[in-house]
C-alpha cells in the first residue's frame, strides 16, 4: 500500500460509519470507470446528470472535477456547491498537465476533511494520469504506477506522453548546461 493511501487509511479510520455508506460499485451508466481506490477515495468518469446531483447522498463531501471549462466544469461547479459539497477544478488536458496540477489534488487527498472524495473527468483517463503520478510521488516505480494507472483508466497515449514529461526533470542550467 502506498504512503498516501497509507495515510488516508489512518486519517479515516475514525470516520469509518461515515464512509460505509460510499458505494463500493455503480452502475456504469451512473459514473463510468467508477473505482473504489482506498477508504474514502473513488475514482471516475463523468457522472450522469442525476447521479451529480446525489453524490452527497452516496456519500461523497468533495468533488474532483479534471475536466475543462469547455467540458462543462464551470456549471458543474455550480450544482455541486449547490449540494453543500466541496469542489475543486483541476482542470487538465494531454497538452497543459502539470506537476501544480497533482499538488492541487494531492492537497485535497492529504485533508482528512474533505473525504470521502470522487475525482472524476470525462472517462477516467486523466484521472488515471495524476494518479500515476502521485503513485510515482509516493515511492513506486515508474513500471508500477503505469500498471496503476492502467487500471484506474488510462488508456491514451497522449495522456501517458504527458505523465512522462511531468516526471522528467527540467533542464538544468542556460543552454542545457549544469552550473
Not at 451512473?30 to 475514482?43: C, D, H, S, T, W
Not at 472524476?120 to 504506477?145: F, I, K, M, Y
Not at 487500471?151 to 495522456?159: A, D, I, R
Amino acid at each position: 500500500m502506498t504512503r498516501r493511501l497509507t495515510l488516508l487509511a489512518a486519517a479515516f479510520a475514525a470516520a469509518a460509519p461515515l464512509l460505509a455508506g460510499i458505494p463500493d460499485a455503480v452502475d456504469p451508466a451512473e459514473i463510468p470507470n467508477y473505482q473504489m481506490i482506498g477508504p474514502g477515495l473513488a475514482f471516475g468518469g463523468q457522472p450522469a446528470p442525476k447521479t451529480l446531483k446525489q453524490l452527497g447522498d452516496m456519500g461523497f463531501r468533495t468533488v474532483i472535477n479534471l475536466r475543462t471549462e469547455q467540458e462543462g466544469a464551470v456549471e458543474e461547479g455550480d450544482v455541486v456547491r449547490a449540494l453543500g459539497l466541496g469542489y475543486v477544478w483541476v482542470p487538465v488536458t494531454s497538452g497543459t498537465f502539470s506537476l501544480e496540477d497533482v499538488e492541487a489534488v494531492e492537497r485535497v487527498l492529504d485533508d482528512p476533511d474533505a473525504a470521502p472524495v470522487l475525482v472524476h473527468c470525462a472517462s477516467g483517463n486523466r484521472v488515471a494520469a495524476v494518479w500515476a503520478v502521485v503513485q510515482t510521488r509516493d515511492g513506486r516505480t515508474l513500471e508500477e504506477a503505469e500498471a496503476a494507472s492502467r487500471t484506474v483508466g488510462l488508456h491514451s497515449p497522449s495522456m501517458w506522453a504527458a505523465v512522462l514529461r511531468v516526471l522528467s526533470p527540467a533542464p538544468v542550467g542556460d543552454g542545457g548546461v549544469n552550473p
